[in-house]
């Protein structure tokens, strides 16, 4: 089955630098990637996503970038706020797995002030 | 809209009982999925409902974890027999395309 692995397990940013975080997954059917963010003490909620037609995506600061030819998405979160502190989690989805996401093991960012 | 709602909050279980986690998808939503979150393991797919109807029960452990949505308003996580190595936050999503899915706050099982 699928595998996501999400590189960076911590990542500290000073405020209005940007933030990266790499994901790489194994299944060439993987067709949809959504990210989510994990407040501390909070549920996941969805912040972005991105399909496999087409290679870049952005809203307001959050751009995700996907190269289908190495198997790797990334999301940059651009002039960082102490609000995007929190847990970010990359996902893949194949047609063939139905709804189902494989996730990362998450990233915590801390955008230092 | 309250989101989803998921009862209890916290569970504390001894070894060998039963837990039943409940879950409320938002009004609509025909989408229902059910995930475990440990620190080790990070976010496990455990099962997922369309229209009520059981789709995937591929990450679910098979001989004591049990799901059902009985109707479009909620659905119920059994764990048979908890042992500690259970003990995790259970989430509990719902989606109204599929795509984007809504998650409650979880359920923190802790077996003793």
């Known amino acids: 089955g699928e595998k996501v692995e999400q590189h960076e397990s911590t990542l500290s940013v000073r405020e209005g630098d940007s933030a990266v975080i790499n994901c790489t997954y194994t299944d060439t059917a993987s067709s949809y990637f959504p990210w989510y963010k994990q407040e501390a003490g909070k549920s996941l909620h969805f912040v972005i996503d991105?399909?496999?037609?087409?290679d870049r995506k952005q809203s307001q600061r959050l751009i995700v970038l996907l190269d289908k030819k190495a198997k790797r998405f990334s999301l940059h979160i651009t002039a960082t706020q102490p609000e995007d502190s929190a847990i970010y989690f990359c996902a893949a989805r194949t047609n063939s797995a139905g709804n189902k996401l494989t996730f990362g093991i998450g990233t915590r960012v801390l955008v230092r002030p | 809209n309250a989101g989803v709602i998921q009862t209890p909050r916290h569970k504390v279980t001894g070894k060998g009982q039963e837990a039943t986690l409940w879950c409320e998808p938002i009004?609509?939503?025909?989408?229902v999925f059910w995930y475990r979150q440990t620190i080790v393991q990070g976010l496990e797919f455990l099962t997922y409902f369309r229209n009520q109807a059981p789709i995937d029960d591929s990450g679910m452990p098979k001989e004591r974890f049990s799901a059902q949505m009985p109707n479009q308003s909620h659905s119920t996580l059994k764990i048979q027999s908890t042992q500690p190595q259970d003990s995790a936050v259970y989430l509990c999503?719902?989606?109204?395309?599929?795509?984007?899915?809504?998650f409650g706050p979880g359920t923190r099982l802790t077996v003793l």
């Open positions: 999503a719902s989606s109204l395309t599929g795509d984007e899915q809504y």
């Open positions: 009004s609509g939503h025909s989408a």
């Open positions: 991105i399909r496999s037609n087409v």
